[in-house]
């Protein structure tokens, strides 16, 4: 991040983001933290209000501020924070992650019965097609 000029100022978000994110079990979540600042902001993720630290193996935060998880799974599904923080302030930038599992199809009686579960916030819904 380039300044012209040296005034102090509080982080704020410089880009739109998608605040509702969608992927696949399997598939890598990557979560954007687009914010200027000056001093350069110090950034932190949580998930469901729990800070995320070098323990969660499949997690990376970039020193930019991005959050990048590898091999979702349903128990990635939840609510994610990066805030980003310096002397003069602080600003939150808020997803809804939702990870969608999907089920090997089940052929019963030789008709192929194809189902997904959709997980969000914790609860399965099962949907089911015949073809």
Not at 20 to 47: D, M
Not at 65 to 92: H, M, P, Q, W
Not at 93 to 109: A, E
């Amino acid at each position: 991040m380039k300044h012209s000029k040296k005034t102090k100022e509080p982080p704020q978000i410089i880009e739109r983001i998608h605040r509702r994110q969608q992927v696949k079990t399997g598939e890598t979540i990557k979560l954007p933290c687009p914010v200027e600042a000056n001093p350069e902001p110090l950034f932190e993720w949580t998930k469901d209000g729990e800070s995320i630290n070098a323990g969660w193996e499949r997690y990376r935060k970039s020193a930019k501020g991005s959050l990048r998880i590898k091999d979702a799974v349903a128990e990635d599904s939840g609510r994610y924070v990066c805030k980003a923080t310096n002397g003069f302030g602080s600003v939150d930038v808020k997803y809804t992650v939702n990870v969608m599992q999907s089920i090997t199809p089940i052929v019963f009686l030789g008709h192929k019965i194809s189902t997904s579960t959709k997980v969000t916030g914790g609860r399965q819904v099962m949907e089911q097609g015949n073809t």
